[in-house]
């Protein structure tokens, strides 16, 4: 191949000829040598880079789907299977409602007393679960305190074997959470939400066991104090948790009858 691409004369006035010579490409420029083994040192690098970042983005995912599954089942639950009732009733929120529905109760509650009665449910494997009693359910403070080490009894409400309404309630969580500590009271009522009609609950109080039997599950809002109350002459538990668990929107709750 030709170096220049062509030559071209140029005439002047006077009898003399130049040459100027026109290059046919511009030098390439000069790149360092980069040895085999730096090369494939540099590709394993680029490579081991390359898998990291996916696994991260794996990892996060992973760890985003796990926080999120609770409100997705409870989607999927609510609006698809329509598994649960929502109910949602009118109720002021205030302590004085609260009062009103206590004071109705046709038999008065020992308010002042502070130990503890058991509760067990067979069907969610729940054996002899402390409740402490007379709890105010208005102080976060002191349930948040209680509810580490046991569930909780709201104060004014009926003792076990009372006319009245024992209300007991305690923390849910991610079901996956409840299945790898299926001890902890962090998660302890999760399983509630598997109660059907005619399962069986078991109060033990004062050397005495009562048996309530399940007739009723629903979902309501946290303002909704109905679920307090109680039919005169009849002798209720009701069972309250957080849901969607570990989120706790709303208020799922289990009712009973002393059979």
Request: proline share 6%; net charge positive; with cysteine.
């Amino acid at each position: 191949m030709a170096k220049y691409m062509y030559v071209k004369e140029i005439h002047t006035r006077k009898p003399l000829i130049f040459k100027v010579r026109i290059p046919l490409s511009y030098p390439k420029l000069k790149i360092p040598h980069i040895g085999f083994k730096k090369r494939k040192m540099f590709q394993r690098r680029k490579l081991r880079f390359n898998y990291g970042s996916i696994f991260l983005i794996v990892i996060g995912g992973f760890f985003v789907f796990i926080a999120a599954s609770p409100l997705i089942k409870y989607y999927i639950d609510t609006n698809l299977l329509h598994k649960y009732q929502t109910a949602i009733v009118k109720a002021d929120p205030t302590a004085s409602y609260f009062a009103k529905i206590i004071n109705n109760q046709t038999q008065k509650s020992d308010s002042n007393y502070k130990g503890y009665f058991y509760l067990s449910i067979p069907t969610i494997n729940l054996n002899n679960i402390p409740v402490k009693t007379n709890v105010d359910g208005f102080n976060t403070q002191a349930y948040e305190h209680v509810l580490v080490n046991s569930l909780a009894q709201m104060k004014g409400t009926a003792l076990p074997g009372e006319t009245g309404n024992v209300y007991v309630y305690g923390h849910s969580a991610p079901q996956w959470f409840a299945d790898l500590y299926p001890g902890s009271f962090l998660g302890i009522f999760t399983n509630i939400l598997k109660l059907n009609n005619g399962n069986l609950i078991y109060l033990k109080f004062k050397g005495k066991t009562y048996t309530y039997k399940v007739f009723m599950a629903k979902v309501v809002q946290p303002t909704d104090f109905s679920v307090l109350a109680a039919s005169p002459n009849k002798k209720y538990l009701t069972l309250m948790t957080c849901i969607p668990p570990g989120i706790g929107t709303q208020r799922y709750i289990v009712k009973a009858v002393l059979i």
